[in-house]
DNA sequence: GATGAATGAGCTTTCATTCAT
DNA sequence: CATGAATGAAAGCTCATTCAT
């Protein structure tokens, strides 16, 4: 069982293998129930090695959230086609981050538990990552606050807040974090109800989301494109 | 530190000492990093006591997640007046939930963080007192779509799903599910952001949820109503 | 479970409960795996009650051993007829010694076993019933030797120990040593085998002792007597 | 105290090294009350490395156990010569075992009291060794049986056992039984009586059990060979 | 470059034993 | 007389980490 014991591999590759394994371990024990030689078996090398490559269980461990976070990333990102209005894009981005946490159910457990449980430095690294993609998300809200109806939120804004013509900082903010924490925990949910794609994952949030529950109950949807989100999301 | 040494006290308070001891520890440090010598320590009694009391280890993680699930369910259930129409209801239960995370940190650490983290049988407790909270939105959501538009819902509805006069069952669980995980996340965040009250982050998520962001940006926000959550909140 | 919970005894009494209860757990799961909490509970009393009475665990293993070997030596005496010859005198006590050790099987672990495995003083204990019993062994082969043949005794012995007219001393505390050995061993044996009753268990190490393999072999095994070992057995 | 500490031993030395710690330590304090961490330090390695070879203090007790019963049993074998008649032949496996058993007190102790005293799967290991033992004196039994004297034995048993013209089985089962335990027996006490050499154990024994006691009264014992039991003996 | 050998430190758990009532 | 409450001390076991080859 591991990885097949080859030897004299140059050191970049013996890396990834032992990410690999060590993902794989922390995703399923957890990070302090793995143990460095349960790591260094499951990556066909020996502990020693591991320590010279990696350092130290700390440093491996970061070094496994640098890497997923990275790669979820990366994989929404280019899920994503940057000259498509808001929804869409935003459409697109759920179907990536469904499409990946789906694929890699050990990197997600590590990013979105084991890191956040125990404490710095590991969740300040994963922290990080979902800044970015909260920051992304501000963006298409506030993208589409000014693309979709402008006059209408201009007026209808006025109203609402006088004394300030823009949507408050904190509230946006406060949006993207309650969309992110959506999308995070319809991620386990999907991966844990059989039957449920990431397209069906996407396809609720963005219902929830952009249309609100007041308008799902007036039978007004919001309305997913006919295509597929596209081939090119993972 | 840790609690004054009183000598001789009955068991049913020594016990409640050992759990606060213990959700605190728990909280902070993480299940398995946390040591039945802090823990002792911080109640004030000997490691020999706890274990005499609480057995082991993981019964006294388990008895943590039940004292804390059971608080946290009866917050939020004392702080909604089930006579009010769904959306009160929803209003009134987020505001309880986040004022009791915020109050209890380290509970609502021990809940969402560690025994999601920790896999079974703590998962599994913790599960139970969310699907309670999930069914209780799904109600939620359900009533609102009889009580709110009904006519409109009737042709609209059929419109879009005709062969299912319901929304579907999935559809609902699936918006419960982002509500309550979206709830979940900004409690996270509420907490960790200085200045944003319980009732801020519960008027946030209604209207993200209520509205939908759609609506938002057409400046239909989801209305608050114009008295405080009531003083029975927490 | 254990014994009935009867309040305000007499000391002796409760001293015997606890004796009773001591024996059986020691017999069972041995002297240090046996837990002063567990021999409280089975003899329906507090722990610091047994310690108000026996002291200690030492103080009460000892009280177990000499109280169950008193029980043993008394057993044998009671047995045996002193007017009888060596060979009934020694077929009678074995057969009191396998049907004591059959009836008694947890006190017999605690003489056998579990004091001669835990080091002094415990095996000192047991050291004294046992030579009290090998003593008395001894008397009875030189009795026999007395008594049976003394003129065959008397010219043969000559011949072969001709500076010393009584079979050396060592030799015989040899003997009886190895006659006692057996006897434990068959016990053992007895117990552990179905069927096996105290009689046969001690017409075989008659057999074997007072004949030898030698004339057993020749079809010359020593007689048992006709009439039962009498009902003045145990 | 202990051995030396030599670094960076093989592994299969290092275990026999940890094997003759933890027999020396089991057979003085027995297993209970030998701690891991002395047997360790008689060894003159870490803990760990106990650990880490012999997994378990149950597992390392059992490989104490195999070891020295394989020991004791190769030891008696090696001092049989299988072409003697049959007599000879026990004389010969008596010697040898008291040799044995007196040179390695310690390893006596571990089969003939630890091992019994503590239940299984210890018990059941002894066991073994001991039931090989019996069946080598049985048939040493029963060899005398045909060998010695078959006419005599012929008609004599036939008189004796009409319907079953051998020994019964049971009965040779009882006897080999009891001149074991008494072997066992003697060899505890030729150890702790200064003086006694493994030959005259061995004499006295041989004495007991082929002429009898009766015999031995009329003087009328068993004759040792004249040579020694031979050097190839331990 | 790669590894078998080795350990310091710390964890959970248990037990005999004793106060204070 | 009897006990619920409490603990010091130690045991078995595991792990991250490092030499020496």
Request: glycine letters at 8%; aromatic letters at 6%.
């Amino acid at each position: 069982m591991g990885a097949v014991k080859t030897k004299r591999m140059p050191r970049a590759v013996r890396e990834q293998q032992m990410l690999d394994a060590a993902v794989r371990t922390f995703g399923q024990r957890g990070y302090m129930a793995a143990s460095m030689d349960e790591i260094a078996e499951l990556a066909g090398v020996s502990k020693p090695l591991v320590y010279l490559y990696l350092n130290s269980k700390e440093d491996l461990f970061t070094a496994c959230i640098r890497r997923e976070a990275k790669a979820l990333v990366d994989a929404v990102r280019a899920g994503v086609r940057r000259d498509l209005p808001a929804d869409r894009q935003l459409w697109e981005g759920l179907g990536a981050f469904f499409t990946h946490t789906g694929e890699n159910p050990d990197a997600w457990s590590v990013l979105h538990l084991q890191a956040r449980t125990h404490g710095e430095p590991f969740a300040g690294e994963v922290t990080a990552m979902r800044e970015e993609i909260v920051a992304f998300v501000t963006q298409l809200i506030l993208a589409a606050a000014r693309e979709a109806r402008p006059q209408a939120l201009g007026c209808a804004r006025a109203a609402r807040y006088p004394h300030d013509p823009e949507l408050p900082e904190r509230e946006v903010a406060g949006l993207a974090e309650a969309l992110v924490g959506a999308a995070e925990s319809l991620a386990a949910w999907a991966n844990a109800t059989p039957g449920v794609t990431p397209r069906q994952a996407a396809a609720t949030l963005m219902n929830f989301a952009w249309a609100g529950l007041g308008d799902l109950m007036a039978g007004r949807p919001w309305a997913p494109p006919e295509e597929p989100p596209g081939p090119h999301v993972g």
